[in-house]
């Protein structure tokens, strides 16, 4: 074997032009964790350099104001409305009519909607949702502009899908207007304004002149005219709590803290019941006094601590601790009832 061959075998001996060639070939070897530095060093690769770390930084700050300010103008473009701009009648099956109104497929500020017995018609409110009138509905449009849009509802039944701040849309019944905090519910009266709120997402405030009642997701509150609105209740609450809720609410007056009624309500209740004692106590401080107070102690344990004396007081925020233990988003947080600004999907039964 030739002096070359000992060397490129088993490296004995020299030979200077083989190590003149290692010398050379040496940047290109294989390294099991990447290129070597005399690699990167002459042809210019790879590892993030200072340079650009700062153009794909730029790069994506730039992108992220421009979402956002596509955003801004979307959502700016969704809450503005022209002053008294008519309101578009998306469908319409079997009868439906307009009354006051120049225009079908229109409906204008003081124009009236009227469906009959399998009349149902959908309309665009603004550019903020959707309303579905039921059958042998009357429905009025009675002021229409950026941040306010209200609705009458004579009679019959609607269903309302909004994604908006706060008390832009709302439902006027005799003595009650609904006011929307970003959801979708269901209203349903007789000619005389009596009938009843459910919401399906998000929250409604129901305001009826003399106080505010606050119902959410899962929940129903009955409406009186003259009256106002009764307690909310959960849609699964039992038979022997809405008695009872009932039988509360027909006082009108003060009620007994140890009374028979708030007794039964008590021994019927469940934690999802926690809305109405908590709107009871709002209502009648004095039950603070009795054993719905401890009740609401035990439904909420994980709240901090609520004042007895404070309730009965009357301090202002003493229960807001239970108010936000509750199970629901909180009512001002619209932009989480995000879905609530897609396109809906199947149609309104009436």
Same mark, same amino acid.
């Given at each position: 074997? !030739?002096?070359?061959? +000992?060397?490129?075998?088993?490296?004995?001996?020299?030979?200077?032009?083989?190590? $003149?060639?290692?010398?050379?070939?040496?940047?290109?070897?294989?390294?099991?964790?990447?290129? %070597?530095?005399?690699?990167?060093? +002459?042809?210019? !690769?790879?590892?993030?350099?200072?340079?650009? $770390?700062?153009?794909?930084?730029?790069?994506?700050?730039?992108?992220?104001?421009?979402?956002?300010? &596509?955003?801004?103008?979307?959502?700016?473009?969704?809450?503005?409305?022209?002053?008294?701009? =008519?309101?578009?009648?998306?469908?319409?099956?079997? /009868?439906?009519?307009?009354?006051?109104?120049?225009?079908?497929?229109?409906?204008?500020? @003081?124009?009236? #909607?009227?469906?009959?017995?399998?009349?149902?018609?959908?309309?665009?409110?603004?550019? #903020?949702?959707?309303?579905?009138?039921?059958?042998? !509905?009357?429905?009025?449009? /009675?002021?229409?502009? %950026?941040?306010?849009?209200?609705?009458?509802?004579?009679?019959?039944?609607? $269903?309302?899908?909004?994604?908006?701040?706060?008390?832009?849309?709302?439902?006027?019944?005799?003595?009650?207007? &609904?006011?929307?905090?970003?959801? /979708?519910?269901?209203?349903?009266?007789?000619?005389?304004?009596?009938? =009843?709120?459910?919401?399906? %997402?998000?929250?409604?405030?129901?305001?009826?002149?003399?106080?505010?009642?606050?119902?959410?997701? @899962?929940?129903?509150?009955?409406?009186?005219?003259?009256?106002?609105?009764?307690?909310?209740?959960?849609?699964?609450? !039992?038979?022997?709590?809405?008695? =009872?809720?009932?039988? #509360?609410?027909? $006082?009108?007056?003060?009620?007994?803290?140890?009374?028979?009624?708030?007794?039964?309500?008590?021994?019927?209740?469940?934690?999802?019941?926690? #809305?109405?004692?908590?709107?009871?106590?709002?209502?009648?401080?004095?039950?603070?006094?009795?054993?719905?107070?401890?009740?609401?102690?035990?439904?909420?344990? +994980?709240?901090?601590?609520?004042?007895?004396? &404070?309730?009965?007081?009357?301090?202002?925020?003493?229960? +807001?601790?239970?108010?936000?233990?509750?199970?629901?988003?909180?009512?001002?947080?619209?932009?989480?009832?995000?879905?609530?600004?897609?396109? &809906?999907? @199947?149609?309104? %039964?009436?």
């Amino acid at each position: 074997m !030739s002096g070359h061959d +000992d060397y490129l075998w088993t490296k004995a001996g020299r030979d200077r032009e083989i190590e $003149r060639l290692e010398r050379l070939l040496a940047p290109y070897a294989h390294r099991p964790h990447g290129l %070597s530095p005399a690699w990167r060093a +002459d042809r210019g !690769s790879p590892g993030p350099r200072p340079a650009r $770390r700062a153009r794909t930084t730029l790069a994506l700050a730039a992108t992220l104001a421009v979402c956002a300010l &596509a955003v801004t103008l979307l959502l700016q473009h969704r809450l503005a409305w022209p002053d008294g701009e =008519a309101w578009q009648v998306l469908t319409t099956t079997g /009868e439906v009519r307009w009354q006051d109104g120049p225009t079908p497929g229109r409906l204008a500020p @003081g124009g009236e #909607i009227v469906t009959g017995e399998q009349g149902r018609a959908r309309l665009r409110v603004a550019r #903020i949702g959707e309303l579905w009138l039921g059958v042998d !509905s009357r429905l009025r449009l /009675e002021e229409t502009r %950026s941040g306010r849009h209200r609705v009458r509802l004579l009679q019959g039944r609607l $269903r309302a899908r909004v994604w908006a701040p706060p008390l832009h849309f709302g439902v006027r019944l005799p003595g009650v207007e &609904a006011l929307d905090l970003g959801c /979708e519910f269901v209203v349903e009266s007789d000619a005389a304004g009596n009938g =009843a709120l459910t919401v399906l %997402s998000g929250w409604v405030l129901v305001d009826a002149g003399s106080g505010e009642v606050l119902v959410p997701r @899962g929940a129903t509150v009955p409406l009186r005219r003259g009256a106002g609105a009764g307690t909310p209740r959960d849609l699964g609450a !039992s038979a022997a709590f809405v008695a =009872a809720l009932q039988a #509360i609410d027909a $006082r009108g007056g003060r009620v007994p803290p140890a009374g028979e009624q708030v007794r039964r309500l008590i021994a019927a209740s469940r934690p999802q019941d926690a #809305i109405s004692l908590l709107t009871l106590l709002q209502r009648h401080p004095e039950l603070a006094q009795g054993p719905l107070y401890d009740r609401l102690v035990q439904l909420l344990p +994980d709240a901090p601590p609520v004042a007895r004396e &404070a309730i009965v007081r009357r301090t202002p925020a003493a229960v +807001d601790p239970w108010w936000d233990a509750l199970p629901y988003p909180r009512a001002k947080r619209w932009w989480l009832q995000w879905p609530d600004a897609l396109p &809906a999907t @199947g149609t309104e %039964s009436g």
